[in-house]
């Protein structure tokens, strides 16, 4: 069985400061990670996904992520955030033909 | 080109009561997921399907909940004999292929169950 564990619940950070979500996964085959963001009363839109290749993936908005095989990690980082960033953060594995799994969720609160 | 929709985006119940969930797909998209969310909680797998098909349905409770994906129309969640505990965000996300990992899945906006 897959699972994902999220570290931190909730992360307040300031406007322009770096950022770094935790993420850790357990699974015995090979993996498939996603970042999912969701803002208030929405559903959940990919940020980024790690599939093969380059172990370090980027999204349009500034976000990366980089996939560590030996420390079954796939933190989630940003080096300057902004007031818009603030939102639930989730992180999600799979593989093969099985569904999604996701964390529980990290709240980011950009602080003016 | 429309994303995932869902309706009702709200949906009171009273205890007892059913709950009919609707979610159309991503045109072109001919699996459906859904998922729920309870409070403080990540989503949760319920349910996959495809058109009238039933794929995997591990995440199901035993009882009172049903889906359903025809030939025409949109999936249906149904949950009867609604209870408090069933109060959650239901999500349904489409995908153009199979649950391979490869094929990025499409969330809708989710539909708020409150049972009263």
């Known amino acids: 069985a897959q699972s994902v564990t999220q570290l931190d619940s909730q992360v307040p950070v300031f406007e322009e400061a770096p950022v770094e979500l935790r993420c850790n996964y357990s699974s015995s085959v090979s993996v498939y990670l996603f970042w999912y963001v969701q803002y208030p009363n929405q559903g959940l839109q990919l940020l980024l996904k790690y599939l093969s290749g380059s172990t370090l993936v980027e999204s349009i908005n500034g976000f990366e992520a980089e996939f560590n095989k030996s420390q079954t990690s796939f933190h989630l980082r940003k080096p300057s955030v902004h007031i818009s960033d603030t939102a639930e953060y989730f992180c999600a594995v799979n593989s093969g033909n099985t569904p999604l799994v996701f964390g529980k969720g990290t709240r980011l609160s950009v602080i003016a | 080109n429309a994303g995932v929709m869902q309706n009702p985006r709200h949906l009171v119940r009273r205890r007892g009561q059913e709950a009919r969930l609707r979610c159309s797909p991503m045109k072109g998209h001919s699996h459906v997921y859904w998922y729920r969310q309870l409070p403080e909680e990540g989503l949760k797998f319920m349910v996959y399907?495809?058109?009238?098909?039933?794929?995997?349905e591990s995440g199901m409770p035993k009882e009172r909940f049903s889906a359903e994906f025809p030939k025409e129309g949109p999936s249906i969640l149904r949950i009867q004999q609604v209870v408090r505990g069933d109060s959650a965000a239901y999500f349904c996300a489409s995908s153009p292929r199979g649950a391979s990992g490869r094929s990025e899945q499409y969330f809708g906006p989710g539909t708020r169950l409150t049972v009263t």
């Open positions: 399907l495809q058109k009238e098909n039933i794929i995997d």
